[in-house]
């Protein structure tokens, strides 16, 4: 047992998060190569880096699918995901953090907190990940640490620990003052590794300052450290270095260090830190479960029975790759485990230690490893694979609502086939992925996240699949509410046609609701018994599929069921769910509905002079303009626009700013349409 505590111990699973464009892969190319996992530095530009291995990766540049990778650090083992920054794939940082430990969140030194990175930073807060920030790009003209800490501690709100002081500023950034042991490291030009002395004279005064502030803020949230710092007016290094790691750990607090990725400068100290103050297996809560209606819960430990939980498929020619988090227990190639979800038993055929697009073969995997396995079938992601003898359902990771869609055919009626098929392993690979047919017109409808999202899975199914497909242009997903309810109305579902026949007679009221559906029965003497009560309200859900507006999802709406009554022989759960699904349609005829569309939380970087253009074309397209800031120079504008106006902006922005603009968005909610929104 004590074996397995000390390996334990000594694992660190941890994600790389952060803003598109912010470095999550550079960092990650660099751990690689200073653990000497690599023996030559991958680049984002020249696409070679281990992690973005796809080829649509390399060609846009950015990451598009969580990557897993594995290295070892000064004794500890250390399992990485190398995350996506865009938007449109934030599903997939989703599932990536319901099985991690520990992060770090990485921030451009120039642009700050950016949207995206507020977005992964509050994912990361509802799944309770510790994290630490490292502050990227100081060598970049416009670089400044402490602006970069004052919009962490504005947008995020954890207190900021910064334990590291630069040397140099932009293009002369040699290295860091390290704030905990008074020591400095210096990165030579071309040098892969730093040079630890002395704190430089010049900055002596200011590194003591930026100690004492510290160790006071660090005195002011943890108590222990707090005793000391009244007794001796300081906090020694290994005080300072506890009292951080708990800080890390409970979310009080996040340690700050800072460097730049791509000059390998800043990276020994940032896996030093993660040694240091993320969490191990064993410094987390016990996982908890449910099977049969009781809440179970099983502790890092591999001689416990077997738990883990599949966040990623990997649906390939050559059969699936299924990674796993293993909670508790071992498992060895060949043996049987229990898919809680599917209810059937499936059989490990092999165990694989993932390096990106690599694989090594392991005899087996323990509680705490993040494995890839062979061999199957059913297992989707959220799937619980557990010992056939202690079964247990852990909570899966929640999916998002997909919110644009495109009709998706096959160029040549011999690929029907095909594409139906690659569509298939499309949404088994990626559940944000929504395929579905049609009912008037027959098109397969394809549905995700956004623009680029789609891009990309009809890319993946001609470069992948093999299949050529026309793709229509995006359509978004509009919902519909209840502007103004009903009261009172009456509904009778009286069917008769030889044999026992059906009857049901509900009274509904229907009022808005901020958000959601709730149903609810004010029926008072048992005129309407409890089981057709839930009857009733299963059928109110089956009617918010499609409202009266343009048979689109409703929501917003409360339903209360006042009155009704029942026949003696006639009445039954079928009768009371039809009644309640057509009443509750009727219901929504008789209301005053409400079309809602999406909408984005636009930022736009510009060059100054180009403000004034971007302002009128957000005008144009519904926009309304939340704010605007000056960053290193460039104009940063802040606005809330309708999803369905951005379609084709990319190309619109480029064109007004001579290639010069970016933008980036992120869902925020619905809002109501105007009247002049086509529904259909």
Not at 53 to 78: K, M
Not at 490 to 519: T, Y
Not at 542 to 547: F, N
Request: proline share 5%; aromatic share 4%; charged share 25%.
């Amino acid at each position: 047992m004590r074996t397995n505590l000390n390996t334990l111990a000594v694992v660190r699973n941890l994600g790389i998060l952060a803003h598109v464009d912010a470095g999550k892969t550079t960092v990650t190319e660099r751990i690689l190569y200073a653990t000497g996992t690599t023996h030559r530095r991958g680049e984002v530009h020249d696409g070679t880096t281990v992690t973005d291995f796809d080829p649509q990766e390399r060609d846009r540049g950015i990451t598009i699918f969580a990557a897993a990778v594995s290295c070892a650090w000064d004794g500890h083992r250390i399992n990485l995901i190398d995350t996506p920054g865009h938007v449109d794939f934030a599903d997939e940082v989703e599932r990536s953090l319901r099985v991690l430990d520990g992060a770090v969140a990485v921030f451009d030194a120039v642009a700050g907190v950016e949207p995206q990175s507020e977005s992964v930073w509050r994912q990361a807060d509802r799944h309770g990940v510790p994290r630490i920030a490292f502050v990227n790009k100081l060598d970049r003209a416009g670089a400044d640490l402490d602006a970069a800490i004052a919009s962490i501690r504005e947008r995020l709100h954890p207190a900021p620990l910064v334990v590291q002081l630069p040397i140099g500023a932009e293009d002369g950034f040699s290295g860091v003052v390290d704030l905990v042991r008074m020591r400095s490291l210096i990165w030579g030009e071309g040098s892969d590794t730093a040079v630890e002395g002395p704190v430089p004279e010049e900055l002596r005064e200011e590194a003591y300052r930026r100690r004492r502030q510290l160790e006071e803020t660090v005195a002011e949230l943890h108590t222990g450290a707090l005793e000391e710092f009244c007794a001796q007016s300081a906090l020694s290094p290994q005080t300072l270095v506890a009292a951080l790691r708990e800080l890390t750990r409970s979310g009080e607090g996040v340690v700050v260090l800072c460097g730049s990725a791509y000059r390998n400068r800043g990276i020994e100290p940032l896996l030093d830190a993660v040694v240091s103050y993320l969490p191990s297996p064993l410094d987390v809560p016990a996982v908890r479960g449910t099977f049969e209606g009781t809440e179970q819960e099983r502790v890092a430990d591999s001689a416990a029975p077997f738990v883990a939980l599949a966040f990623k498929v990997n649906a390939t020619p050559t059969g699936r790759l299924t990674y796993l988090r293993v909670y508790s227990g071992t498992i060895e190639k060949g043996d049987a485990v229990w898919d809680a979800g599917a209810r059937r038993t499936e059989r490990i055929g092999r165990i694989l230690r993932v390096q990106a697009d690599r694989h090594a073969r392991l005899d087996r995997a323990v509680a705490g490893d993040i494995v890839a396995v062979v061999g199957l079938k059913s297992a989707r992601a959220g799937s619980t694979l557990c010992a056939p003898g202690a079964p247990i359902v852990l909570e899966p990771p929640g999916a998002t609502e997909p919110v644009v869609s495109v009709a998706v055919e096959a160029r040549t009626s011999t690929d029907a086939d095909k594409l139906a098929s690659a569509l298939a392993r499309l949404t088994e690979e990626d559940p944000s992925l929504v395929v579905r047919t049609d009912p008037e017109t027959g098109q397969t409808v394809l549905s995700g996240m956004g623009e680029l999202h789609l891009e990309i899975a009809a890319e993946k199914v001609r470069r992948a699949h093999g299949v050529e497909v026309n793709v229509g242009r995006p359509r978004v997903s509009y919902r519909e509410t209840v502007g103004r309810g009903v009261t009172g109305l009456i509904f009778r579902h009286v069917k008769q046609d030889g044999g026992a026949g059906q009857f049901a007679h509900v009274v509904l009221d229907v009022e808005p609701l901020e958000d959601g559906f709730e149903f609810r029965s004010a029926v008072v003497g048992g005129r309407v018994p409890q089981e057709y009560v839930r009857a009733v309200e299963a059928g109110c859900r089956d009617a918010l599929a499609e409202g009266p507006l343009g048979a689109h999802p409703v929501t917003g709406l409360r339903v209360t069921l006042t009155d009704g009554a029942t026949h003696v022989k006639d009445s039954s759960d079928t009768a009371f769910r039809t009644a309640g699904r057509l009443g509750l349609r009727e219901a929504l005829r008789t209301c005053a509905m409400v079309l809602l569309e999406p909408v984005v939380e636009v930022t736009v970087t510009v060059p100054e002079d180009a403000v004034g253009g971007v302002l009128g074309d957000l005008a144009a397209r519904r926009g309304r303009v939340s704010g605007s800031a000056t960053r290193g120079g460039a104009a940063v504008v802040t606005a809330t626009v309708p999803l369905a106006e951005l379609f084709g902006y990319a190309t619109r922005l480029r064109s007004r700013t001579q290639g010069r603009g970016t933008f980036t968005a992120r869902p925020t909610g619905y809002t109501p349409a105007p009247a002049v929104t086509p529904v259909r």
